[in-house]
């Protein structure tokens, strides 16, 4: 059961550049969601999705895009890297319109130099 | 003000013992609350929701109080593989707060 598939694992990115996180999930979930994770800090929800053609702004947009073009695909999209994004990114979808248990995916860690 | 607060500790416990934590919400009109478990490096997994009538699973029971605004997990016997980092979690209209966790270390 693959559940909620990141990638990459780990990235590293100079400032300025840009780059996708992708996310796919295989159990039919209307809702999913992209977190960030600092130290100290907890997750915080950037972007999140109740269907395809749906997205909304979470907590934490700045500087990030989505699509959700499928059921199964959410993407994340850095337009413009800063040292500031340096995180770890976690996707999770849930079978819930948002109310449901959250499934993550094993997370991605970013450095932005 | 943070939606979801919690004690960080670390709270630094011998097996066998009893460790509660608690976390408060700020928006009244949040709709289902959830306690997760998290190991180090490792994604956040539910241990379980969180309902007004309490709910218990095993050595794990879980509180909430609207009127409060506070929820509550009590573990009981405490296991040296209960050593993680606990988040607090609250839905509001399909939004996702997480507290910034409490670490359990659980000490033989």
């Known amino acids: 059961n693959a559940g909620v598939t990141q990638t990459p694992k780990f990235q590293v990115l100079k400032t300025g550049q840009s780059m996708t996180l992708q996310c796919a999930q295989d159990?039919?979930?209307?809702?999913m969601s992209w977190y960030r994770q600092d130290p100290g800090m907890g997750l915080r929800l950037i972007h999140y999705?109740?269907?395809?053609?749906?997205?909304d702004q979470g907590e934490v947009p700045n500087g990030y895009n989505v699509s959700r073009s499928t059921t199964e695909d959410f993407p994340l999209r850095l337009l413009s890297a800063a040292p500031s994004q340096t995180s770890v990114y976690f996707c999770?979808?849930?079978?819930?319109?948002?109310?449901?248990?959250?499934?993550f995916g094993e997370g991605s860690r970013l450095t932005v130099l | 003000r943070k939606e979801v607060e919690q004690d960080p500790g670390p709270f630094n416990v011998p097996e066998g013992a009893t460790v509660a934590f608690n976390c408060t919400y700020s928006?009244?009109?949040?709709?289902?609350f959830f306690w997760y478990r998290q190991d180090c490096r490792k994604e956040p997994k539910l241990l379980m929701s969180v309902y007004s009538s309490g709910n218990e699973d095993g050595r794990f029971t879980a509180q909430l109080n609207r009127a409060s605004q506070y929820i509550s997990l009590l573990i009981r016997d405490s296991k040296l593989s209960d050593s993680a980092t606990y988040l607090c979690?609250?839905?509001?209209?399909?939004?996702?707060?997480f507290g910034s966790g409490t670490k359990l270390n659980v000490k033989p």
């Open positions: 999705s109740v269907g395809a053609g749906i997205t």
């Open positions: 979690v609250v839905n509001n209209f399909n939004k996702f707060y």
């Open positions: 928006n009244s009109a949040s709709q289902s």
């Open positions: 999770a979808s849930s079978y819930g319109i948002g109310t449901g248990e959250l499934f």
């Open positions: 159990m039919n979930h209307e809702y």
